[in-house]
């Protein structure tokens, strides 16, 4: 693992670096990205960058200085070559007081770059009892305060499952702690839509250019009687879920393994999409 912090690359990555006092520690004000990266370089760094930048207008945060981020991405990439790897970009409100008022000093951003294990080609997914708050002030955006999805994690592998899958507060499907949700009815590839409070994650926005589907809200229930589902992410790529709670199904299906192929395919020749 190797890390940035702040312009300057950690001789111990672990050490100490962010003040007790910085307001993404204190109370979850901050935003991050998770990019893949494949033999050295970064997975559509660009469109990971834009979602940070809205990320960070959406909770009000001075607007990352996007040349700086690729200054930290290439210094944590440049310190080991990563053949598969993760970086974890982070952007707080930086030193503040310990309530929930924002202070004055900069920004925090950090850059870590560490081996991603390879998450296989199939999941099983447990939904959770909580809602998505698809009129919350966060809906949509991809901020630090992540503790809902620990809890939702959390409950999903007590269930032995690899994924929890939320609904929202209409009662319709959502997405997953890190994952968005795709799945086939009567041979129509689906995914919910935007409003309904789910990430606009860059893998669904691929696949969707690359493959086609429906952005369509509807009841979390499809999903026990959906023909296939699958997931999307930036650490699982097109990843098939093979039970849903106590629903079996077999996987890939077809429309799945086509996504997984399209997927392989364009990722190989589009480093940054
Ligand atoms: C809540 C949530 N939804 C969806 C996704 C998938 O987004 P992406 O494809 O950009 O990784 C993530 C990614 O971590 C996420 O945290």
Redesign the pocket.
């Known amino acids: 693992m190797h890390a940035w912090v702040n312009g300057r690359l950690l001789d111990d990555p672990a050490a100490p670096s962010v003040t007790v006092r910085d307001h993404g520690f204190t109370v979850g004000d901050g935003v991050f990205?998770?990019v893949k990266v494949v033999d050295g370089q970064p997975f559509?760094l660009t469109?990971?960058l834009d979602?940070l930048a809205r990320s960070a207008a959406g909770l009000g945060l001075p607007a990352p200085d996007a040349a700086e981020v690729r200054r930290g991405v290439d210094a944590a990439l440049g310190a080991e070559h990563l053949t598969l790897g993760r970086l974890r970009i982070t952007y707080t409100g930086g030193v503040a007081p310990l309530g929930s008022h924002r202070g004055d000093a900069p920004p925090t951003l950090a850059v870590v770059a560490d081996v991603l294990q390879p998450r296989g080609s199939t999941t099983t997914v447990a939904t959770v009892p909580w809602p998505r708050n698809e009129r919350g002030a966060l809906a949509g955006l991809?901020t630090t305060s992540?503790a809902e999805?620990v809890v939702a994690l959390a409950y999903a592998a007590e269930r032995g499952a690899g994924e929890a899958i939320f609904g929202n507060l209409a009662g319709h499907l959502c997405?997953?702690?890190?994952?968005?949700v795709f799945y086939v009815v009567d041979g129509e590839l689906r995914t919910p839509t935007l409003g309904s409070g789910?990430?606009?994650?860059?893998?669904?926005?691929?696949l969707l250019e690359w493959y086609g589907g429906r952005e369509v809200d509807e009841p979390i229930d499809v999903l026990s009687t959906a023909d296939e589902v699958f997931l999307?992410?930036?650490?699982?790529d097109v990843q098939a879920v093979t039970r849903c709670d106590d629903r079996e199904l077999t996987g890939p299906g077809p429309v799945t393994a086509d996504c997984q192929r399209v997927w392989a395919e364009r990722e190989a020749k589009h480093p940054d999409p």
């Open positions: 990205e998770a559509a469109r990971h979602r991809k992540y999805n997405e997953g702690t890190g994952s968005n789910c990430l606009a994650g860059v893998s669904r926005a691929l999307v992410s930036t650490t699982r």
